[in-house]
C-alpha cells in the first residue's frame, strides 16, 4: 500500500469495476468510509457497510452497475471516473465561492462540519478540502 490510503481505496474501487466485481473489501478509517456513504447517498455505489471488529475492521462496498437489459449482465460502472485532487504531498484547498462542479460530476470536499460534496458545501458556505471529483 501507498502513503496515501483513500488513493488506495479509489483504486481498489477502479480495479473491482474494470473486472465487474459485485463487492470490493477495503482496510477501514473513518475518513474513508464517509467517502464511502457519500459515494452510496450519491448512487455511485450500492452499499458501504463497516464489518469486522477493533483493529480488523474493514469496509465492504457493493458496487453498481448500469446492467444490459437483454442479457442481464453489467455493462457499465456507475462510477465513469473518480480522480484524487488533493494528496499528500500536495493539498488543495478552495473557498466555499470558489468550489465548482458540473452537473455530471461532483467533488467530494472535506470541511470542518465532514465530508459532503461540493454543492452541499457551497449552501452552507463552508470551504474545505477537495479530496476527489467523481463522475
Known amino acids: 500500500m501507498s502513503t496515501d490510503p483513500i488513493s488506495d481505496m479509489f483504486n481498489i474501487i477502479k480495479n473491482g469495476q474494470a473486472v465487474f466485481k459485485e463487492t470490493v473489501v477495503v482496510p477501514f478509517s473513518k475518513i474513508k468510509y464517509e467517502i464511502a456513504r457519500l459515494l452510496e447517498e450519491k448512487n455511485f455505489i450500492k452499499k458501504a457497510e463497516k464489518k469486522g471488529r477493533r483493529g480488523k475492521r474493514i469496509i465492504e462496498i457493493t458496487l453498481k452497475y448500469e446492467i444490459d437489459k437483454e442479457t442481464g449482465r453489467p455493462v457499465k460502472p456507475a462510477i465513469l471516473k473518480l480522480k484524487r485532487i488533493s494528496k499528500p504531498g500536495k493539498r488543495i484547498y478552495r473557498k ?9 460530476n461532483l467533488l467530494i470536499v472535506s470541511t470542518s462540519k465532514g465530508i459532503m460534496t461540493d454543492k452541499e458545501a457551497k449552501k452552507k ?11
Open 96 to 104: 466555499a465561492g470558489e468550489l465548482k462542479s458540473t452537473p455530471y
Open 125 to 135: 458556505k463552508l470551504g474545505g478540502e477537495i479530496i476527489a471529483e467523481v463522475w
